[in-house]
C-alpha cells in the first residue's frame, strides 16, 4: 500500500470519528442531556466514546459555529448559555423554508408522489397509535422528506440538507412529549390535506405553524424531557 493511500484512509478515519462525536454532541444539546452553560470535559468525553480527544476538539469547533457550544482559552467548553436561542432561531429558518416546500408541493405534486405522501401518514398514525417514538422519529422526517421532494426545488434542498442532522436530533426532543406526539399527528394531517386540496397558502401556513408551535411548546417545556 502506498504512503498516500495509508494517509487517506487515515484522514478518512478521523473524519468519521469527527462526525460521530459531532452528532453525539449536538443530539446531546439538543435534547437537552448536556445543559445551557455546562461543562463539556474533552477527556470524560472521549472516555465515553472510546476515541482519542483530536475530534471532540474537532467536533466542538463545528458546534461552536453553529452556536450551541462556547469555547474560552485555559478554561475549556461549555454549552452556550443562550442554546435555546440558536435551536429556535435554525428552527424559525426551518420553518420558513418548509413552508415553501409545502406551497410549492401543493402547486407541483404529481397523483403518484400525493398516494405516497398519504401512505406515509397513514405509517404515521400507525406508529403513533402504537407509541413508536424511535419509528415515528425516522417516519416523520420522511413525511417532511416526501414534502421537499414534491416541492422540487434543488435549491431550497441544499439549504435544508445543512440543517438536517439538527433538526432529527430536535425531533426527537419533541416526540417525548406525548402531547407532542399527538399534537404534531394532527398537523401533519392537515398539511396533507390541504397540499392534497391543491391549496398552496393553506399548506404553507399550517407547515409553518406546526413547526414554530413545535418549537415554542418544546422550548417552554424543555424541564419536563428529564422526567
Sequence with gaps: MQINEKLS???ESVKSLRDIAVESLREA???????????IKEREISEIMGIST?????????????????TFPRKGSYVSKVVDSSI???????AALDALCSRLAALKITDEKLYELEQQI????????????????KENTNFHNKIRQAANNLMILNILKN???FDTA???????????????????RGIFEAIK?????LAEERMKKHIMRTTQWVLSNQNKSDE
Design 122 to 137: 397513514i405509517l404515521i398514525e400507525d406508529l403513533y397509535r402504537q407509541n413508536k417514538v424511535e419509528d415515528l422519529v
Design 88 to 94: 429556535e432561531e435554525t428552527l424559525m429558518l426551518r
Design 197 to 201: 386540496d391543491r391549496d398552496p397558502d
Design 29 to 39: 444539546i439538543v435534547i437537552g442531556h448536556l445543559k445551557p452553560g455546562q461543562h
Design 170 to 188: 430536535f425531533r426527537k426532543r419533541a416526540l417525548k412529549f406525548t402531547v407532542e406526539m399527538e399534537e404534531g399527528f394532527h398537523e401533519h
Design 9 to 11: 484512509i487515515k484522514m
Design 163 to 165: 440543517i438536517a442532522a
Design 54 to 70: 483530536t475530534p471532540i476538539k474537532e467536533a466542538l469547533r463545528i458546534l461552536g459555529h453553529e452556536g450551541l457550544v462556547e
